[in-house]
């Protein structure tokens, strides 16, 4: 009588808490903030995103130190950049900028997991407004690499408004940043050369 | 004895289920310190196209 009484006592606590450790794993593993911004694996917001080779005619630029390459069409001119990173741009007539891509090496605190809330998070914080996130993924692969990605767009503290996909991609020895953007005027025209170039992107 | 030895048992259960719990409160503190790192690449004012320089796009630095 002892022996079970003292067993029931133990089983009680026991129970309760490991109910209780795996509640906390269920919130934690399906709870986080990315999950509750549908982060999807494999949405159709990027169903255009193949790894695929540069086409041909275009340039590409390497990054200092790094594996990481960004391809454009020849036309493209290299715009000046923080050090250690890339940009191509497309101007219109008047010098406005109508494509934009940018590579950029992983700063430190960006991670695959909160990617898409860190870049948006980062764009407000940098003076944009009007930011909308639009869509985002992860484990997306890449030319020998996987990545996270995110559309949004936002109206710069000048008054521009860019679309953008922004991904960071982690590849064998570079994890990197790859900005492709355009005005929404523009998107339409210029969205399937962005995505090409996304989808050519190494690190 | 035999009590002794299922109360060690059920000790080193839950001992278990709460070192797999740390790693759930790891995951589960990680958003509220990952933004902006102020280190990294230098930034400038020479087309760096952050929206503080010159209206273009963000770039993919981390920094401001």
């Not at chain 1, 200092?64 to 050090?83: I, K, M, N």
């Not at chain 1, 991670?111 to 869509?135: I, K, Y």
């Not at chain 1, 992860?138 to 690499?145: C, E, M, Q, T």
Request: proline content about 4%; glycine content about 10%; aromatic content about 4%.
């Amino acid at each position: 009588m002892t022996t079970r009484r003292n067993s029931l006592t133990l089983a009680i606590p026991v129970a309760l808490i490991a109910l209780l450790t795996i509640a906390a794993l269920a919130l934690a593993a399906g709870g986080g903030s990315e999950s509750k911004l549908h982060v999807a694996r494999r949405p159709a917001a990027f169903a255009w995103l193949h790894p695929t080779v540069v086409p041909a005619g275009w340039r590409t630029l390497r990054l200092p130190g790094s594996a990481a390459t960004v391809s454009a069409p020849a036309s493209w001119e290299a715009a000046r950049s923080d050090a250690g990173t890339k940009t191509l741009v497309s101007r219109g007539p008047s010098g406005q900028i109508v494509g934009y891509l940018n590579a950029t090496p992983r700063q430190g605190n960006e991670r695959a997991a909160s990617w898409a809330s860190f870049r948006v998070a980062h764009n407000r914080h940098e003076g944009d407004r009007e930011v909308r996130r639009l869509a985002a993924a992860r484990d997306l692969r890449f030319r020998s690499a996987t990545g996270s990605c995110v559309m949004d767009s936002y109206l710069t503290s000048s008054g521009n408004r860019y679309r953008e996909i922004a991904c960071l991609v982690a590849g064998r020895s570079a994890t990197t940043v790859i900005v492709a953007a355009a005005p929404p005027s523009r998107w339409h025209g210029e969205r399937s050369l962005l995505q090409r170039a996304v989808s050519a992107f190494t690190t | 004895m035999l009590i002794y030895a299922k109360r060690l048992a059920a000790m080193l259960a839950v001992a278990g289920l709460l070192g797999g719990g740390s790693t759930a409160v790891a995951l589960a503190s990680h958003h509220h310190h990952h933004h902006h790192t102020m280190s990294g690449i230098p930034q400038h004012n020479g087309g760096d196209h952050d929206s503080d320089n010159n209206g273009g796009p963000s770039d993919g630095d981390g920094n401001v």
